[in-house]
């Protein structure tokens, strides 16, 4: 008996290469949309996270804070120039300082409380990989630019050396150093800033810094001199940020802190 050996047709080849090919096609999608999920899920949980942790930091200070009468507290607070902005149009790259009580390293690799001039404002972020032109870095899609939320403690020697604190925020460091304060610790809160807005409650009403006729912008920095303004009631924190240069995910976290009372 002859046994006859019979091949694939070239329709049946064809066939099975775009069936194998649909079949890759269909798997591919699956992996990239799980993949994709997966990004997104990464993104919003660090986005969160470190936000949370940013307005959490301004609160617990705000809470330490020291009362304004005595001439022990330095409370300052500053509209910053910029092309960042919050949804309403307001400027968002304001700065604020203040006395308040915080942990600060303690030169035997543990932390101690402490009296100190806390600044939070917002610095460029220098990226190498991302930077372009004057060495700030842009956000990849939209081309917005970034900056990093910035944290820093000063040792005041004595209460009397908080009337030299004046001037716009961040303080320079020179002109600090030369009125007694001493640089403690300096440190990044959020690394991918859109925007950050402080706003303050003067009663009824809440005030943007640069508000015209708010009797606080006139009067801040307050707490150095007798007959200064009572802190204001609250500060309303507005911190817009991204979970990284691929603006993969972004939020917008608000805080409102009670200043504790005299």
Request: proline share 5%.
């Amino acid at each position: 008996m002859k046994l006859h050996r019979r091949g694939f047709t070239l329709i049946e080849l064809l066939v099975s290469v775009a069936l194998s090919i649909l079949l890759v096609s269909v798997l591919a999608v699956l992996f990239f949309r799980t993949t994709s999920t997966v990004v997104a899920g990464e993104a919003r949980m660090a986005v969160s996270e470190d936000g949370r942790h940013a307005v959490d930091q301004v609160a617990i200070d705000l809470e330490n804070m020291r009362p304004s009468s005595g001439g022990g507290q330095r409370f300052h607070a500053t509209d910053g120039p910029g092309d960042a902005a919050l949804p309403d149009g307001s400027q968002a790259m304001d700065a604020m300082a203040m006395v308040t009580s915080a942990m600060v390293p303690d030169g035997a690799g543990g932390r101690t409380l402490s009296t100190v001039l806390v600044e939070y404002f917002l610095a460029p972020e220098t990226d190498p990989e991302l930077s372009v032109a004057g060495g700030a870095t842009n956000a990849i899609r939209s081309g917005r630019p970034l900056r990093a939320m910035k944290r820093r403690l000063w040792k005041v020697p004595t209460d009397s050396m908080l009337a030299i604190v004046k001037g716009t925020l961040p303080l320079s460091v020179s002109a600090a150093t030369l009125a007694g304060l001493c640089l403690i610790e300096e440190s990044t809160l959020h690394q991918f800033v859109m925007s950050m807005n402080f706003e303050l409650f003067e009663n009824p009403d809440w005030r943007e810094l640069h508000a015209a006729g708010s009797a606080l912008t006139s009067a801040l920095p307050i707490g150095d001199v007798a007959g200064d303004p009572v802190l204001p009631r609250k500060v309303r924190l507005s911190l817009r940020v991204i979970e990284g240069s691929g603006e993969n995910c972004e939020r917008l976290f608000q805080r409102e802190c009670w200043i504790p009372a005299e």
